[in-house]
């Protein structure tokens, strides 16, 4: 058996490049093992916030309904294998050892000194690893932006925006203008765009989108969805309305992502993949994803989430003060020093009781100290493990411990919180 341990040791070494935009390198790669990517087809999910939601309800009901259905998702939370996977199995760490020694030695072979990302590698690994396993579709999750990611290569049957908001400006650029459209830089000619974006991000995709003849399908007026109850709703689609649909992720914004999540698979019907109403009602039943409002543990109630940005923070905000009103709440707040901590912690701060300010093992990670301007009565921990370790000295049962910020700071946690509770 090869090495999961150096493929992985390898991979994680390709960080030192750091993110280089352009499809340039991932091309190349592609190129020397015969464009793999090109045998597959695909589903193209951009967005703010909700793209791996959607990601895993599209995968989700392709799956249920009996297609072979990949999905390629990012960052992981604990293990790199849950970056990729086939009706929910995930790829096998021998696997990833070997198709990552496969992918090497022809790199190496045609041009030793050549330099690319991590993201450039993973996503040609992914992208043979669906090839081998003759997928019928793959969902495929952009990583960062859209029209210069290295996933940007796929010629899909639907892409989808799910919604813009201000993320990653260093990279993407500072105005609502400029980062919606990065995102819409997915789109390709005469090919559906499904989007929950509105008002000016709306009006960039939708610019765009004429400009390469593709129809776009806007949450609010092509479909729409109605909270029913906890965590159901109704939908109006293309081609379909289905009343009382159970959504298993937790929160509002959930109903949202369900919605895209939807129209697109409504979408795919005309393009060869239909899907049933009663396994739309069954998979999104039963849909999982770690890192969405996930508790981990109880007593005290431990639940992690994704939140990263913002828009997402107030999402959470909102949640917790709906469903935890009345409990003591400890935070455990991590986060990367290019996002706009201040306004999420200005966010979220006054919802809670105790605040420990902390940073998980990355190199992009901000040092917990830089954030006490925005809570200045916050505990430091210098890492996620002292983080937990503190929360578990002042709660109790009937407390919740919240970790957000970041799902390098989920991850760690996620890893460790059973050993130190």
Not at 16 to 24: A, D, I, P
Not at 257 to 272: P, T, W
Not at 330 to 358: A, C, N, W
Not at 394 to 419: C, H, M, P, Q, R
Request: glycine fraction near 10%.
């Amino acid at each position: 058996m090869r090495d999961y341990s150096a493929a992985l040791e390898y991979l994680y070494g390709l960080e030192r490049f750091g993110m280089v935009f352009g499809l340039e390198n991932i091309s190349w790669i592609l190129g020397i093992m015969g464009d793999p990517h090109k045998a597959l087809k695909t589903v193209h999910v951009a967005g703010t916030n909700g793209k791996g939601s959607v990601t895993g309800m599209v995968a989700g009901m392709l799956g249920e309904e009996g297609y072979s259905a990949g999905a390629y998702t990012s960052p992981h939370l604990v293990s790199f294998t849950e970056r990729i996977a086939v009706n929910g199995e995930e790829i096998r760490e021998e696997e990833v050892a070997e198709i990552t020694e496969h992918i090497r030695e022809r790199v190496e072979k045609e041009d030793r000194d050549r330099f690319f990302t991590f993201f450039d590698f993973t996503t040609a690994l992914a992208f043979e690893y669906f090839r081998r396993k003759r997928v019928d579709i793959a969902v495929i999750e952009t990583g960062l932006g859209g029209r210069l990611d290295s996933t940007n290569v796929i010629e899909p049957l639907v892409s989808v925006v799910t919604n813009v908001a201000h993320d990653h400006m260093e990279y993407l650029g500072s105005t609502i203008e400029t980062i919606a459209r990065e995102k819409a830089g997915i789109i390709k000619k005469r090919i559906p765009v499904v989007t929950g974006a509105a008002e000016v991000p709306l009006t960039v995709i939708e610019g765009i989108a004429r400009d390469l003849e593709s129809p776009v399908y806007s949450l609010g007026r092509d479909f729409s969805y109605e909270k029913k109850g906890e965590q159901v709703m109704s939908y109006r689609g293309p081609s379909r309305t289905l009343e009382g649909i159970r959504i298993n992720l937790k929160g509002d914004h959930q109903l949202a992502n369900g919605a895209i999540a939807l129209c697109a698979v409504d979408i795919l019907a005309a393009r060869g993949f239909p899907v049933g109403d009663g396994t739309i009602y069954d998979a999104l039943s039963r849909t999982r994803l770690q890192g969405r409002l996930e508790e981990v543990r109880q007593r005290p109630t431990i639940l992690i989430d994704g939140a990263h940005n913002p828009d997402g923070i107030h999402v959470l905000t909102e949640f917790i003060r709906a469903r935890f009103g009345g409990r003591k709440k400890i935070l455990i707040f991590g986060v990367m020093k290019d996002k706009e901590y201040g306004r999420m912690l200005q966010e979220i701060v006054p919802s809670m009781d105790t605040i420990i300010l902390t940073k998980p093992d990355m190199e992009r990670a901000l040092a917990p100290s830089l954030m006490k301007t925005y809570a200045e009565d916050a505990i430091i921990a210098e890492d996620t493990r002292s983080a937990l370790r503190i929360a578990k000295t002042i709660s109790e049962e009937d407390d919740l411990i919240l970790i957000t910020g970041s799902f390098y700071t989920i991850g760690e946690a996620k890893a460790a919180v059973n050993e130190i509770f």
